[in-house]
């Protein structure tokens, strides 16, 4: 079992920034891949990025390319997103998930365990 707890969001001016924290606990998080997902208010859950578990990859949506940039320290158990030039529409719930050996890709259903999410909202 793993337990992930998302941190970091608010509200934010268009075109600020923002961090997010997902910090694990409960077994070796090394082994892991990580997924960020956001929800907004009426939206599907859609991917943002991913990191895999050895680190050395990273994956982004279209929409996010060039503008957030996903981290993680695996000594401190916590992937970080960080996010730049924030947009009206980055509004949303944000969810880290986790994924046993995996590439941090954009399926949904193949991670094992999902935070609580944290919420983020950017003013214009």
């Known amino acids: 079992q793993v337990q992930l707890v998302e941190s970091g969001g608010g509200l934010v001016q268009d075109g600020g920034s923002l961090r997010l924290s997902c910090k694990a606990s409960?077994?070796?998080?090394?082994?892991?891949?990580v997924g960020w997902f956001r929800q907004a208010p009426g939206k599907e859950r859609e991917f943002v990025g991913g990191?895999?578990?050895?680190?050395?990859?990273?994956y982004y949506a279209d929409s996010v390319k060039g503008r957030f940039t996903i981290s993680r320290d695996n000594a401190k158990i916590t992937v970080y997103l960080q996010m730049n030039s924030l947009k009206p529409e980055d509004t949303a719930v944000y969810y880290c998930?986790?994924?046993?050996w995996g590439l941090g890709g954009s399926v949904e259903r193949k991670y094992d365990y999902w935070g609580q999410g944290t919420q983020v909202t950017v003013s214009s």
């Open positions: 409960g077994r070796t998080f090394s082994n892991y891949a």
């Open positions: 998930a986790v994924e046993r």
């Open positions: 990191i895999n578990w050895s680190g050395s990859g990273t």
